[in-house]
C-alpha cells in the first residue's frame, strides 16, 4: 500500500479566508467549459435541419423547393464537413495537449477557451459548404482543448479516490450542454434565424474565461487553499521522478498509451454519431411513426441527455465506490466498463423499432453507458500515467478517436442515405465491448507507468 505524503501544514498570511471545498469549485468550472463546449459544438446539428440554412448552404434561393435529391445532397456534404471538424479536433488534440504542458494549464486553457468561441461566433458569418467547414475546423482546433486541460486539472486537483466520480460529473456537463443546445436553438432559429445562434452561443465563452481566470490557479499556488484540503488532495500520490518532458514518441513505447488510444479509436466516433446525426434521426427516420422537428424536438433530447448525466454521475460513482470498498483499480475500472458495455448492446434495435419512445429510451441507455465508459477511461490515464504526461496523453487518444471519427464521418451521411440509421447504431452496440477487450489485453492488471529520472 501507498504511503501517504507528508504534507506540511502551511502557515495562513493574515487575513486568510480559505474557501470550503475548492477542489469542488475549480470541477465546477471544468463542468461549465464541458456545457459551452458542446454548446458551440452542438448547434449546428438542430440548424442542419432548418430548411433556410439547407438552402444558404447549397447556394438556393430562398423560395427553392428543396427535393428529396437536394436533401440527400446536402446531407452527405454534411458528412464531409463533419469530417472536417474531427480532422482539425485531431490536430487540436495534439497540438493542444502539448500546449497544456508548455503553457500550464491557466494560461492554455484561457488560450483555447478564446480561441472555439471566436470560431463559433465567425460561423455566423458563412456563406458556403466549404467557409462552414472551415469556421467548423476552426472551433476543432479550440474545443480540443478542453479535455486534455480538464483531465489534467483533475490529476491535479482531486485525489485518486475522487477523480472518477470528478470525471462522471465533469462527463455530464457536455450533456447539460446539449439539452439546452436543444431547447435555446429552436427558439433562435425560428424567431432570428440561424445565423443568430451561432454568434450568441459564441458569446458564451467570455463568462467560461471569466470564472476560469477567476478560480482556477496551480495547487500549490493557490491562495484560497486549505492546508487540510491541500493535504487530502496529496494524500494518495506517489512520488514520481521528475521528468522536464516526455516525446510523443516515447509515449507511444507504453502499452498503456495504446489500451487508451484504441478505446478512444473505437468508442469517441459512437457518440460524435448521436451528437451529429440524433435530430436528423427523430425528424426522418424511416422506422419511426412520429417524425419530430424543430419546434418539439426538445422534450426528446431532454429526456436522452438527463438520462446522459445520471449515467455518467452514476458510473463514475460506481467505479470510485468499488475502490473505497476495496477493490483494486484494475477490478474496479473493468467491472465499471463491462457494466456500461453490455447497457449499450440494446441500441441496434432503436432503429427497427416503430416507437418514438421506445427509441429514446433506447438512445438514453446507450448515451448514459457511453458516458459511464468514457468517465471510467478518463479516470484510468490518471491511474496509469504520472500528472505531468495526463494532458499529453489525453490528447494522443483523442486526436486517435478524432481520426476515427473522420473515417466515419465521411461514410456516415453515405450510409444513412442509402442503408438508414441500422448499421450505424450495431457499429455502436459492439465498439464498447471491443474496447474492453483491447483494454484488457494490453494492460491485463493495469499497472502504472514508470519513468526514468532525466
Given at each position: 500500500?501507498?504511503?501517504?505524503?507528508?504534507?506540511?501544514k502551511?502557515?495562513?498570511?493574515?487575513g486568510y479566508r480559505?474557501?470550503?471545498?475548492l477542489?469542488?469549485?475549480?470541477?465546477?468550472?471544468?463542468f461549465?467549459?464541458?456545457?459551452?463546449?458542446?454548446?458551440?459544438?452542438n448547434?449546428l446539428?438542430?440548424t442542419?435541419i432548418?430548411?433556410?440554412f439547407?438552402?444558404?448552404?447549397?447556394?438556393l434561393p430562398?423560395?427553392?423547393?428543396l427535393?428529396?435529391?437536394l436533401?440527400?445532397?446536402?446531407k452527405?456534404?454534411?458528412?464531409f464537413?463533419d469530417a472536417?471538424?474531427?480532422?482539425?479536433?485531431?490536430?487540436?488534440?495534439?497540438?493542444?495537449?502539448w500546449?497544456?504542458?508548455?503553457?500550464?494549464?491557466?494560461?492554455?486553457?484561457?488560450l483555447?477557451v478564446?480561441?472555439w468561441?471566436?470560431?463559433?461566433?465567425?460561423?455566423?458569418?458563412?456563406?458556403?459548404?466549404?467557409?462552414?467547414?472551415?469556421?467548423?475546423a476552426g472551433l476543432?482546433?479550440?474545443?480540443?482543448?478542453?479535455?486534455?486541460?480538464?483531465?489534467?486539472?483533475?490529476?491535479?486537483?482531486?485525489?485518486?479516490?475522487?477523480?472518477s466520480?470528478?470525471f462522471?460529473?465533469?462527463n455530464?456537463s457536455g450533456?447539460?450542454?446539449i439539452i439546452?443546445?436543444?431547447?435555446?436553438?429552436?427558439?433562435?432559429?425560428l424567431?432570428?434565424g440561424?445565423?443568430?445562434?451561432?454568434l450568441?452561443?459564441?458569446l458564451l465563452?467570455?463568462?467560461?474565461?471569466v470564472?476560469?481566470?477567476v478560480?482556477?490557479?496551480?495547487?500549490?499556488?493557490?491562495?484560497?487553499?486549505?492546508p487540510?484540503?491541500?493535504?487530502?488532495?496529496?494524500?494518495?500520490?506517489?512520488?514520481?521522478?521528475?521528468?522536464?518532458?516526455?516525446?510523443w514518441?516515447?509515449?507511444l513505447?507504453?502499452?498503456?498509451t495504446?489500451?487508451?488510444?484504441?478505446?478512444?479509436?473505437?468508442?469517441?466516433?459512437?457518440f460524435?454519431?448521436?451528437?451529429?446525426?440524433?435530430p436528423?434521426?427523430?425528424n426522418?427516420?424511416?422506422?419511426l411513426?412520429?417524425?419530430l422537428?424543430?419546434k418539439n424536438?426538445?422534450l426528446p433530447?431532454l429526456?436522452?441527455?438527463?438520462?446522459?448525466?445520471?449515467?455518467s454521475?452514476?458510473?463514475?460513482?460506481?467505479?470510485?465506490?468499488?475502490?473505497?470498498?476495496?477493490?483494486s483499480?484494475?477490478r474496479?475500472?473493468?467491472?465499471?466498463?463491462?457494466?456500461c458495455?453490455?447497457?449499450v448492446?440494446p441500441?441496434?434495435?432503436?432503429?427497427?423499432?416503430?416507437?418514438l419512445?421506445v427509441?429514446?429510451g433506447l438512445?438514453?441507455?446507450a448515451?448514459?453507458?457511453?458516458?459511464?465508459?468514457?468517465?471510467t477511461?478518463?479516470?484510468?490515464?490518471?491511474?496509469?500515467?504520472?500528472k505531468?504526461?495526463?494532458?499529453?496523453?489525453t490528447g494522443i487518444?483523442?486526436?486517435?478517436?478524432?481520426i476515427?471519427?473522420?473515417?466515419l464521418?465521411?461514410?456516415?451521411?453515405?450510409?444513412?442515405?442509402?442503408?438508414?440509421y441500422?448499421p450505424?447504431?450495431?457499429?455502436?452496440?459492439?465498439?464498447?465491448?471491443?474496447?474492453?477487450?483491447i483494454?484488457?489485453?494490453?494492460?491485463?492488471?493495469?499497472?502504472r507507468?514508470?519513468l526514468?529520472?532525466?
Open positions: 500500500m501507498n504511503q501517504p505524503l507528508n504534507v506540511p502551511l502557515k495562513p498570511a493574515t480559505p474557501w470550503k471545498h477542489r469542488w469549485w475549480v470541477l465546477a468550472v471544468l461549465l467549459s464541458g456545457i459551452v463546449n458542446y454548446v458551440d459544438r448547434v446539428s438542430f442542419m432548418d430548411p433556410s439547407k438552402r444558404d448552404m447549397l447556394g430562398a423560395d427553392a423547393v427535393t428529396p435529391a436533401d440527400g445532397q446536402f452527405e456534404q454534411m458528412g464537413v472536417a471538424f474531427k480532422a482539425a479536433y485531431a490536430v487540436g488534440f495534439l497540438l493542444t495537449g500546449l497544456t504542458t508548455r503553457l500550464g494549464l491557466r494560461r492554455g486553457f484561457s483555447f478564446m480561441i468561441s471566436l470560431a463559433g461566433m465567425l460561423t455566423s458569418l458563412v456563406g458556403s459548404i466549404r467557409s462552414l467547414a472551415l469556421a467548423r476543432a482546433v479550440g474545443e480540443a482543448g478542453n479535455f486534455p486541460a480538464a483531465t489534467r486539472t483533475v490529476s491535479e486537483w482531486f485525489p485518486q479516490k475522487e477523480r466520480i470528478a462522471g460529473i465533469f455530464a450533456n447539460i450542454g439546452l443546445t436543444a431547447w435555446l436553438v429552436p427558439f433562435l432559429t424567431q432570428y440561424w445565423r443568430s445562434c451561432f450568441l452561443t459564441g465563452g467570455i463568462g467560461l474565461l470564472a476560469w481566470l478560480i482556477y490557479r496551480p495547487l500549490a499556488e493557490h491562495p484560497r487553499l486549505s487540510d484540503e491541500h493535504a487530502l488532495i496529496r494524500a494518495d500520490e506517489v512520488p514520481e521522478p521528475e521528468r522536464a518532458s516526455v516525446s514518441w516515447q509515449l513505447r507504453y502499452r498503456q495504446w489500451a487508451y488510444a484504441g478505446c478512444k479509436f473505437l468508442i469517441d466516433p459512437v460524435w454519431i448521436y451528437l451529429t446525426w440524433l436528423d434521426f427523430f426522418s427516420s424511416e422506422a411513426d412520429q417524425k422537428d424543430l424536438l426538445g433530447f429526456v436522452i441527455y438527463l438520462v446522459t448525466d445520471v449515467g454521475i452514476f458510473f463514475g460513482w460506481l467505479s470510485s465506490y468499488f475502490l473505497k470498498i476495496g477493490w483499480v484494475n474496479a475500472r473493468k467491472t465499471t466498463w463491462l457494466i458495455a453490455l447497457c448492446l441500441i441496434v434495435l432503436a432503429a427497427q423499432t416503430h416507437s419512445w427509441a429514446i438512445i438514453s441507455l448515451t448514459a453507458a457511453h458516458q459511464g465508459f468514457s468517465a477511461l478518463f479516470a484510468s490515464v490518471t491511474d496509469l500515467f504520472p505531468p504526461l495526463v494532458a499529453q496523453v487518444g483523442g486526436a486517435v478517436g478524432a476515427s471519427g473522420v473515417l464521418a465521411l461514410v456516415a451521411g453515405i450510409i444513412r442515405v442509402r442503408y438508414g441500422f450505424l447504431f450495431v457499429v455502436a452496440a459492439c465498439s464498447y465491448l471491443l474496447a474492453l477487450g483494454i484488457h489485453l494490453l494492460v491485463p492488471k493495469m499497472e507507468v514508470v526514468a529520472p532525466d
